[in-house]
């Protein structure tokens, strides 16, 4: 599975983004996805997640109300819509797809993309 993201930018405190992951390869339909960040010098932390078949999703408390994560299957694309953004969402964001048994772990995830930086100013 080849991930590839897209829609970096720098926001103003309060604005919108939205991040795109073309997925290609296996039967991408069948996996988990998830949206992954890290700012400079902390972990992976866990953003989002989707079951693409299901369509079932979940978010980090952090992001809960603010962030949407959805899927085009038609384009093999998952989305990340970022609202209300805050200069601690400030990170290099990526996408995972997998078969987690635990889906906040990024070591749970088999396929990631190359990231996308994400700057939000205050």
């Known amino acids: 599975v080849q991930l590839v993201e897209s829609g970096e930018g720098l926001v103003q405190t309060g604005g919108s983004l939205r991040l795109s992951c073309v997925a290609s390869?296996?039967?991408?339909?069948?996996?988990?996805m998830g949206w992954f960040r890290q700012a400079p010098g902390k972990e992976r932390e866990f953003v989002a997640t989707?079951?693409?078949?299901?369509?079932?999703?979940a978010y980090a408390d952090s992001v809960k109300g603010r962030f949407t994560i959805s899927r085009d299957n038609a384009k093999s694309t998952v989305y990340l819509q970022m609202n209300s953004l805050k200069p601690e969402d400030t990170a290099v964001y990526y996408c995972?797809?997998?078969?987690?048994?635990?889906?906040?772990?990024?070591?749970?995830?088999?396929?990631w993309g190359q990231g996308t930086q994400v700057t939000v100013s205050s």
């Open positions: 989707m079951n693409w078949s299901i369509g079932s999703t």
């Open positions: 390869g296996r039967t991408v339909s069948s996996y988990v």
């Open positions: 995972a797809a997998g078969f987690p048994t635990l889906w906040m772990a990024a070591r749970s995830y088999d396929y």
